[in-house]
């Protein structure tokens, strides 16, 4: 695996050296520089969102424009500088290679991407251009991740470190300094394992780390481990930071409430030290981390897989997402953090949902939701709760088909930004 692991790296940076940026009007462009050719926006454009490609042959962040009636067209392919790769899921490689959620991040202050390279072993940094953002620029070289199979990335609240989640035979946490020139540099004292019997990449989706995330003050990062069944269920962990950014020695592991077997995705609750979490075996679980008794283990009626997850901050609605394509929408009450379904869309049984997240466009909120099995952005408009409409359906292989750039059913992510 070592051999493998140093393979990788090296194809990597050829990779880099010959040219790394293709755009969709069929331009090979070079090297990622601050001056590098884009198209030119929209002046309608009012954000973007991003998702991998997560390809062996090659892995590349996808950014497309969202106009202001909330819908995408994909403007541009970044090659990351590294290659992606599937986890081993019975023979198949289907939508969810990473069994999980976050494999790219965004920091509004700083104005910055992180990416995993899960099959080099490395994070990408890259700029973006918050006055056209689907202009990226590669930041430095990809940075080892601390560990292998990469799957899950987070900024903190002031977006000057990246921390990376690993999920394969060597797993566990690592952070990184973010500097806008020279890209990501390791934090000394953040490299943390976790210990689970697992190989590279990773055989899942149980028994898989999922997702990284900083919670909303960036005093913890969080972990949510899957598990295997009810009688060995994940948990949602996380280590101290501290204030030289370094991690505590120990980590607390926080098992569901009664009934919850398998933490996939975070979501934090808003105003509260308090996350929904995914999980595919009843629905979803509520952790709340202030030691108060409101926590929970959720079933949803006919849910298949519940695994990801994100929020609408327009209609305070959380939106779950499971395997088959359901997306069910949870309101929860702030104060005792008690939950209802106001929501269960069964449209898109089928296409392949994975990972979502939401802007606001206009006043509205939208939500941009990963069809991989399909290959296509399912794009939502959330005009209120229990309100979720959909207004477009865009094709990714016919935008891409052109200009040679590969996508599969292993396109994993979504994150997006909004124009300022």
């Known amino acids: 695996m070592k051999l493998t692991s140093s393979l990788l790296s090296f194809l990597a940076i050829i990779d880099m050296a010959v040219g790394n940026v293709v755009s969709l009007n069929g331009r090979l462009k070079g090297k990622p520089s601050l001056n590098v050719e884009v198209n030119t926006a929209s002046n309608s454009t009012v954000g973007s969102i991003y998702w991998i490609t997560n390809e062996d042959s090659g892995n590349y962040v996808l950014a497309a424009d969202v106009g202001p009636d909330g ?28 069994f999980g959620q976050g494999c790219l991040a ?13 099959g080099s072993g490395t994070v990408s940094l890259f700029s973006i251009n918050p006055s056209d953002p689907s202009n990226l620029t590669l930041i430095g070289e990809p ?3 601390g560990g292998q199979w990469p799957t899950s990335v987070t900024f903190n609240k002031a977006g000057d470190t990246v921390c990376t989640l690993n999920g394969g035979e060597i797993n566990g946490v690592s952070c990184f300094a973010v500097n806008q020139t020279s890209g990501l540099s390791p934090l000394a004292d953040t490299t943390r394992y976790l210990g689970i019997n697992q190989t590279t990449p990773a055989a899942g989706p149980t028994n898989t780390v ?13 972990v949510a481990y899957s598990g295997t069944t009810s009688t060995a269920p994940g948990y949602l962990g996380y280590y101290d930071i501290g204030l030289n950014g370094t991690l505590s020695k120990n980590f607390s592991a926080i098992a569901p409430a009664a009934g919850g077997a398998l933490p996939f995705s975070i979501t934090p609750i808003t105003g509260q030290d308090a996350y ?40 305070g609605s959380y939106f779950l ?37 939401v802007m606001s466009v206009n006043g509205n909120d939208y939500m941009f939701t990963l069809a991989a099995g399909i290959a296509t952005v399912e794009v939502f408009a959330l005009p209120g ?16 088909e052109s200009v040679g750039i590969t ?5 994993q992510g979504m994150v997006a930004y909004a124009k300022q």
């Open 407 to 411: 996508v599969s059913s292993s396109m």
């Open 321 to 357: 997402i499971d395997a088959q394509g359901r997306i069910f929408e949870v309101a929860i009450d702030a104060a005792t953090l008690q939950s209802t379904v106001v929501g269960n869309y069964t449209q898109f049984l089928g296409d392949g949902l994975i990972d979502s997240d």
């Open 143 to 145: 940075a080892g991740s």
């Open 71 to 98: 819908q995408v067209n994909l403007r541009e392919a970044y090659a990351t500088g590294g290659v992606g790769l599937h986890g081993i899921n019975g023979g198949t490689t289907g939508p969810d290679g990473l």
């Open 276 to 315: 929904v979490v995914a999980d595919p075996a009843l629905g979803f679980e509520i952790f709340d981390l202030t030691g108060a008794d409101r926590s929970s283990a959720v079933a949803i009626n006919g849910q298949g897989a519940t695994c990801w997850s994100t929020y609408s901050p327009n209609t």
């Open 210 to 222: 999922s997702q990284i995330l900083f919670s909303s003050d960036s005093s913890k990062l969080l």
């Open 385 to 400: 709760p229990g309100r979720l409409q959909s207004v477009q359906q865009f094709n990714i292989s016919a935008a891409v």
């Open 106 to 118: 965004v920091s509004n202050v700083t104005n910055m991407l992180a990416a995993v390279n899960p």
